[in-house]
């Protein structure tokens, strides 16, 4: 009698214990369900949308025209600023990574560690730039580089450089012109992340090297910058999408000129799709470019795998 | 003797370390600070005097009445002051429950959601870009501000908000949750009662990295919204420059949009800069 009574809570315990583990997966996927659908609609669905019309002739009002590789086609063999543009975009992440780099490891190693009023100021000064919208920076970096009134020419004369660049206006200077602008707003950034990093690297190794009489050279090039490769790593994968994503300084500084010297991929994506309105084309040249990040990101993962981190 | 000559260079290093770390402030600052004080000069001063002068004579408020007159430009400090607070409340509360779903409730497949989530977060914007502006179109949101807070929701930056709680989800002990749910509190009891009041940290840094990247937003609002009085201040900025492009006006236009910005900043420092410190997110 009382062994029945045992089987049947048991019975009963393991069918509530059943509906319990029901009961929170249906609580799971009703929690994700807003975001879910919200991502299949605006995200999901968006690529493989984005994807299919890569392979259309579209203008926004008629209906999409299937046309095949079409549009890869010609973007490879008869676009006449494609490769113009390819090489603009590889020569500002080219640019820009590296220097970026540098300064942002400068500058966290100089204010690491240091504490007070003034180093605090310091980190807020050179944090600064990186939060206002690259916009508004663009119209101040504008008027900054005007060849003839702007606060830098006016600077260079009166150091003695009689025939200053003419920076936005030249095709040759319009590039260096916005990396400069572009190191000066993201080095912060980056600094802050290598200041992260920095703050992890026990204090024990560098006394040890001081017990060695290591200078502070060697200190750096063998504890810092080894101790630092984490977040190097991830320092250079953010930096790379970001050069990559270049679009707003562009923009609103240069729309793309003189002569497309700063056209990007990223920004004839615009151009074709909201001048030209060809969706498809414009469609394409973004599956391009999203591919090509892909990879370059994925290269980096492995080489940083057969370089045996993690 | 040795003592103080050991001192002596240790303080001029330091005051070389000092100089030069003000050198590379000013270098950050000073195109704020001269926009800023730009935006007080007289036209002609601005057009005709060297920029390095940097002090406005006469001072003048010229530039801002300009400014106020060409476009409604109160009105978008309203709008942008609505959205970067209104989008952030609802990006982050979707982000929240999803994350705390993925991290304390058990189902099959939230891990690979998770990854589909996070994966978003390698695509360029501009793939999504052309689609997104067609199904805005297509639902009648072309022109309004719901298009701004579903694409804010449902994309790549509410994916890292996702990451984000999930990340600080993992870090914090579930027992308080599994305590009041013995006691018969539901799960969204717990969810608000308990998860969310315990994870203001979480919530302030995305709150603030949200209201920065709204804020600043620029392509997407651009296309999108049409009418003037819906505009925000990035967007009526470029405007700005279309319709008026006298500089001294374009700097007291650029100096209103970054000096709000600032001080948000400067007030929540400490959150600005651990938001940056635990994510690794970048801005464009």
């Known amino acids: ?310 | 003797m040795d003592k103080t000559k050991i001192s002596g260079r240790y303080k001029i290093t330091r005051i070389f370390y000092h100089l030069f770390m003000l050198l590379l402030s000013a270098i950050m600052i000073y195109p704020f600070i001269w926009s800023i004080f730009s935006s007080f000069k007289s036209r002609t001063q601005l057009y005709s005097e060297s920029s390095l002068n940097i002090l406005p004579q006469p001072f003048t408020l010229e530039n801002y009445k300009r400014l106020f007159e060409v476009l409604p430009f109160g009105r978008f400090i309203i709008n942008s002051v609505f959205l970067s607070l209104a989008i952030p409340l609802t990006m982050i509360a979707v982000a929240s429950l999803t994350a705390y779903a993925l991290t304390r409730l058990r189902f099959k497949g939230r891990n690979l959601l998770f990854l589909l989530f996070i994966a978003t977060m390698m695509v360029p914007s501009h793939v999504i870009l052309i689609p997104n502006y067609k199904i805005i179109v297509d639902m009648n949101l072309y022109n309004s501000y719901l298009a701004l807070f579903l694409t804010n929701m449902f994309t790549a930056s509410n994916a890292f908000n996702i990451f984000f709680f999930r990340q600080f989800f993992l870090s914090i002990p579930a027992d308080l949750e599994n305590a009041a749910i013995i006691d018969g509190c539901s799960r969204i009891g717990v969810f608000f009662r308990i998860v969310l009041p315990n994870a203001k940290p979480a919530v302030a840094t995305t709150a603030i990295l949200s209201f920065r990247s709204i804020w600043n937003a620029f392509l997407w609002p651009m296309l999108v919204i049409n009418d003037y009085d819906k505009l925000t201040l990035t967007v009526g900025l470029n405007y700005l420059k279309e319709t008026d492009p006298n500089w001294a006006v374009l700097l007291a236009g650029a100096s209103l949009s970054i000096v709000p910005i600032m001080i948000v900043f400067l007030v929540f420092q400490k959150y600005f800069m651990s938001s940056g410190l635990n994510s690794g997110f970048g801005g464009k």
């Open chain 1, 1 to 310: 009698m009382q062994k029945n009574g045992e089987a049947l809570s048991l019975h009963q315990k393991r069918k509530s214990l059943f509906n319990l583990k029901q009961r929170e997966a249906l609580t799971g996927w009703l929690f994700v369900s807003p975001a879910l659908i919200g991502f299949c609609i605006f995200t999901f669905g968006s690529i493989l949308y984005s994807l299919y019309l890569s392979f259309t002739e579209w203008d926004l009002l008629t209906k999409p025209l299937f046309v095949g590789f079409e549009n890869y086609i010609s973007i490879f063999t008869k676009d006449q600023y494609f490769y113009k543009y390819f090489g603009n975009t590889f020569f500002f992440v080219f640019t820009l990574v590296p220097i970026v780099l540098c300064t942002s490891l400068f500058l966290a190693v100089l204010i690491n560690k240091k504490s007070g009023r003034f180093s605090k100021a310091y980190r807020v000064a050179l944090f600064l730039p990186s939060i206002t919208s690259t916009v508004a920076v663009s119209m101040v970096w504008l008027w900054i580089f005007n060849p003839d009134i702007g606060l830098l020419n006016n600077f260079l004369i009166a150091v003695g450089w009689n025939d200053p660049p003419m920076w936005l206006s030249s095709p040759v200077w319009s590039k260096p012109a916005l990396v400069i602008m572009r190191v000066w707003q993201m080095s912060g950034y980056y600094m802050i992340l290598f200041l992260a990093g920095l703050q992890t690297i026990p204090e024990s190794l560098y006394e040890a090297a001081d017990v060695d009489g290591a200078s502070r050279t060697q200190k750096f090039f063998k504890i810092t910058l080894p101790m630092l490769s984490n977040t190097t790593f991830v320092v250079i994968i953010l930096l790379v999408i970001e050069a990559f994503n270049m679009f707003e300084s562009i923009f609103v500084m240069t729309e793309g000129g003189p002569l497309g010297s700063t056209s990007t991929i990223m920004y004839y994506i615009y151009e074709k799709g909201f001048w030209n309105y060809e969706m498809g084309y414009a469609s394409a040249l973004a599956w391009i470019f999203f591919l090509l990040i892909l990879t370059a990101t994925l290269v980096q993962y492995k080489f940083r795998n057969e370089q045996g981190g993690e």
